[in-house]
């Protein structure tokens, strides 16, 4: 099978309404600095030193964007090994954006939705996706995301 591509018109249009845009460092749902499109603010970054309410230039919540995405993209590919190049276009832009929203660490916690994968089998991954936390914290985003890879098979 040929490596396929994400659409990345779409990907940035589904985490852009997954994680929401905010112009300014506030405090997300787990306590931590956070701007723009979900964008974890650590001691790299710039605005690290800047109090929550703080603005953020569009260009640069634009630029952080983008690094975060490939930066899930390049751990999804080390997540999912070899197979991550075999993958449809779309089952890579759902990984991409679970991954975006989970990190590596959470993601691959997800072994039997991961095994449904490896298998194939996308009502299993769905149903393995549904019977998460991650399922119950997100909801309506979750929901998409598995409905998506449920309908691979079509």
């Not at 396929?4 to 300014?24: F, S, Y």
């Not at 991550?84 to 072994?111: A, D, P, Q, Y």
């Not at 769905?126 to 991650?134: A, I």
């Amino acid at each position: 099978m040929a490596c396929t591509t994400i659409n990345m018109t779409k990907l940035r249009q589904d985490l852009e309404r997954d994680e929401g845009r905010v112009d300014e460092i506030y405090i997300d749902s787990l306590g931590h600095k956070t701007f723009g499109i979900g964008h974890l603010v650590t001691e790299v970054d710039n605005e690290y030193i800047y109090p929550v309410g703080t603005e953020v230039d569009s260009a640069r919540v634009s630029e952080c964007f983008d690094d975060d995405i490939s930066e899930a993209e390049m751990e999804c590919a080390a997540l999912y090994a070899g197979s991550w190049w075999e993958f449809s276009g779309e089952l890579k832009s759902i990984l991409v954006n679970m991954m975006f929203n989970l990190g590596r660490t959470r993601l691959s916690k997800f072994r039997k939705m991961n095994a449904a994968i490896a298998r194939q089998d996308w009502n299993e991954a769905g149903k393995e996706g549904r019977d998460s936390l991650w399922y119950k914290q997100v909801g309506n985003r979750a929901e998409r995301l598995m409905t998506r890879m449920e309908n691979l098979g079509d």
